[in-house]
Every structure is written in C-alpha cells, then in structure tokens.
T-cell receptor
Framework: GENVEQHPSTLSVQEGDSAVIKCTYS??????FPWYKQELGKRPQLIID?????GEKKDQRIAVTLNKTAKHFSLHITETQPEDSAVYFCAASMNSGGYQKVTFGTGTKLQVIP | ETGVTQTPRHLVMGMTNKKSLKCEQH?????MYWYKQSAKKPLELMFV???????ENNSVPSRFSPECPNSSHLFLHLHTLQPEDSALYLC???????????FGPGTRLTVT
C-alpha cells in the first residue's frame, strides 16, 4: 500500500518568515495530493491541493509543488502569521475500487513566533 | 448546521459498555469515512462507504462495527473496547471519485 512520510515533525519560524513542509510518497498510482490544516481541538481542513498533472499551485501565501519523478511534494507558506500555527498534514490519494483512498502523513506542528 | 456533523463530541465509556458514534453530512456527498486519530500517529483510515456500500475495512478489530443506512448518515458501533482505543474519531465525506474530503469535528473517546 501507499506510504507517506512527512518532515519535519515540528517547525518553529519567526513571524514573517517562510515555512516549508516536505512529503514523499511511495506509490506512483497516487494522483491527488491534498494538504490539511488542523488547529488545536478542531477538525482538519483542506487548505490546498494539487493533482498529478500539475507541478505547482499557488493560493495567496500558500503554494504546493509536486515532483512526480521523485515522488516528492511540498507545502510552502510565505509571510507566516501567528494564525498559521497549527498541525499540517500532507496526503496522497489514489483511485481504489471506485473511491479515492487517502493516506496521510504524520503531521507537522508549525509554530509561528510573533 | 452545515457540512459534516458528529455526535457526541465527547464520550467516556467503560470497557464493557456499548455505544455508538453518529456522523451526518449535509453536502450531498456519496462516500463517507471513519478515521482514528491518536497522538503522534497519522490519521488511520478505518472504514469507507461508497454509495452506501462498504468498500474498505482497514484491518479494524471487530469491536468496531460501522453502519451506513443512507448516503447522509454513518455510524460507528462500539463494544468491549480497550483503553488503547481512546482517540479522536473523525468522520469525513466526499464525492465518489473526487479526492477532497470534508471532516467532521470528531468525537473524543476515552475508554476507562
């Protein structure tokens, strides 16, 4: 089955700096890569996603890149703000018997220091 | 309430109890999921229902029993749980064939 590794497990940055979270996946059949943000005590929420036919996607301060050959994908947050502090999960998804099977990474706890 | 709702939000149960978790989605989706979230572990997929048919049972012990009576409702029936089953149980829904999943707020379960 699919295996997703995520690094780092914790990340502290100064407000205004950039943050980068990296993930790798093992199964080339994965074709959809969502990123979720989970604030303390709240549900995971999708913040950005990328499909395998695209190399990069940007939404304001957040961008995601995908290298299919190397099976790497990364989340980039620029001009970080204290409200960006949360746990971020990457995931790799593939079609499995008619539904999308999602495998999550172990999460990165991001702390933005004011 | 819109989106995906879960009840109860918190549950404490003894190892001999029987309880059920409920999930309801108001998004018109046709796939529903149960995940277990434990500290320092990735989200673990437990069960998947696609078009009301169970399509995934990820080696989950039989003390967890899912039920999907229709595309809007999902239950997780619990019996004779162990303390290590204490975790946050998250429900999610999506459109079949589309990867984006929407999560409920979760049920924080404590087994004593």
């Amino acid at each position: 089955g699919e295996n997703v590794e995520q690094h780092p497990s914790t990340l502290s940055v100064q407000e205004g700096d950039s943050a980068v979270i990296k993930c790798t996946y093992s199964d080339s059949a994965s074709n959809y890569f969502p990123w979720y943000k989970q604030e303390l005590g709240k549900r995971p929420q999708l913040i950005i996603d990328i499909r395998s036919n695209v190399g990069e996607k940007k939404d304001q301060r957040i961008a995601v890149t995908l290298n299919k050959t190397a099976k790497h994908f990364s989340l980039h947050i620029t001009e970080t703000q204290p409200e960006d502090s949360a746990v971020y999960f990457c995931a790799a998804s593939m079609n499995s018997g008619g539904y999308q099977k999602v495998t999550f990474g172990t999460g990165t706890k991001l702390q933005v220091i004011p | 309430e819109t989106g995906v709702t879960q009840t109860p939000r918190h549950l404490v149960m003894g190892m001999t109890n029987k309880k059920s978790l409920k999930c309801e989605q108001h998004l018109g989706h046709n796939a529903m999921y149960w995940y277990k979230q434990s500290a320092k572990k990735p989200l673990e997929l437990m069960f998947v229902y696609s078009l009301e048919e169970r399509v995934e049972n990820n080696s989950v012990p039989s003390r967890f029993s899912p039920e999907c009576p229709n595309s809007s409702h999902l239950f997780l029936h619990l019996h004779t749980l162990q303390p290590e089953d204490s975790a946050l149980y998250l429900c999610a829904s999506s459109v079949v064939g589309v990867g984006e999943q929407y999560f409920g707020p979760g049920t924080r379960l404590t087994v004593t």
